[in-house]
């Protein structure tokens, strides 16, 4: 085997990302060297800890909890574009935010996903939906691995 090919498939899972929030106006969002690290992975599995959605109301139960001060975290539909950016293939919407635009809001965050080829699971419209595991396949030939998230 030529040394310069790499053995074995290599996948980062990390914690929350937001394609918005106070950041979203800045032209360098991600830092390059940040960028280069996620991109070094084969594939990148990170929690999606925001509904997507450009006016689209809060959830009401989000607005009458903690005295209507609990913590709506959302993007705009234009800043979708960063989670490309930063190389995700799949995100879980398992989280206490995947929710706070509404159903509405899930249903415009699942759409965006599905039409960039994001893949996403932790969400659904009904339980079957939200409950079903992500399959995975990464590699071909003699460096092939199967992964089931959920």
Excluded at 99 to 113: A, H, K, V
């Amino acid at each position: 085997m030529h040394p310069s090919k790499k053995i074995g498939i290599s996948i980062l899972f990390c914690g929350d990302i937001m394609p918005g929030g106070v950041l979203p106006y800045q032209k360098n969002y991600i830092d390059e060297k940040v960028r280069q690290y996620l991109f070094g992975f084969d594939f990148r599995v990170g929690t999606l800890e925001c509904a997507i959605g450009t006016n689209i109301a809060p959830a009401s139960e989000k607005l009458k909890t903690n005295g209507g001060n609990d913590n709506v975290c959302f993007a705009r539909d234009e800043d979708f574009f960063r989670i490309k950016e930063m190389g995700f293939n799949a995100v879980s919407l398992g989280n206490n935010h995947s929710f706070d635009l509404g159903e509405e809001g899930l249903r415009n965050t699942m759409r965006m996903l599905k039409e960039a080829g994001i893949a996403y699971f932790g969400a659904g419209m009904n339980k079957t939906e939200a409950s079903a595991p992500l399959f995975v396949k990464l590699g071909g030939g003699d460096s092939c691995s199967y992964w089931l998230l959920h």
